[in-house]
């Protein structure tokens, strides 16, 4: 899967447009009629450069889901002009969510950032945040949790105003 996410990349940066799944070469064909969700990480200098996620059910194939998620990492406003010559310097992590189950708050102190993640959607479906398992060298106790959620949120982080998820993923990294 990183190998066909290197294509996605060469073939945008290249042609500034997406490519379609018969555009890359791709060893195993049951990818094609997998559905998962997914959120893809692009670093530079080891630190994140880039960023794009699905949590929702989803109804596209894990390539067509792969293919854009990595296009849209590719046009994340929050950092820098992309352009070929980055391509050598950037690392890839892909995170397949496995599992998410609704926390009350006393499972969500006892949480390990280390193990797994958090989705946090405001009830009134207004704001939302994703942290995902073992992503951050600072997150070591649940406790790490709050100052993240509240910079992603804008606001301070307050339990019973969000519904919150834990996070199972299944991590694919070239580092």
């Known amino acids: 899967m990183l190998d066909i996410t290197k294509q996605i990349i060469e073939f945008y940066l290249k042609n500034k447009i997406a490519p379609k799944v018969e555009d890359l070469k791709i060893s195993d064909n049951s990818l094609s009629e997998k559905k998962w969700m997914i959120f893809v990480t692009l670093y530079k200098n080891w630190e994140i450069f880039w960023s794009s996620w699905n949590i929702i059910e989803i109804e596209k194939t894990f390539l067509e889901e792969l293919i854009w998620n990595t296009i849209e990492a590719l046009k994340d406003k929050r950092f820098s ?68 959620l509240s910079s992603k949120l804008w606001e301070d982080f307050v339990f019973d105003n969000y519904i919150v998820y834990s996070l199972d993923t299944e991590v694919l990294t070239d580092f």
Not at 90 to 102: A, E, H, Q, T
Request: proline letters at 4%; charged letters at 35%; hydrophobic letters at 45%.
């Open 81 to 148: 002009e992309k352009n070929a010559s980055d391509l050598e310097k950037i690392k890839i992590r892909i995170d397949i969510i496995k599992d998410r189950v609704v926390l009350d708050e006393k499972a969500f102190k006892e949480l390990s950032p280390l193990k797994k993640g958090v989705i946090v959607i405001k009830k009134d479906y207004n704001k939302l945040a994703v942290i995902l398992p073992n992503i951050s060298m600072n997150l070591i106790s649940s406790n790490d949790f709050l100052p993240v």
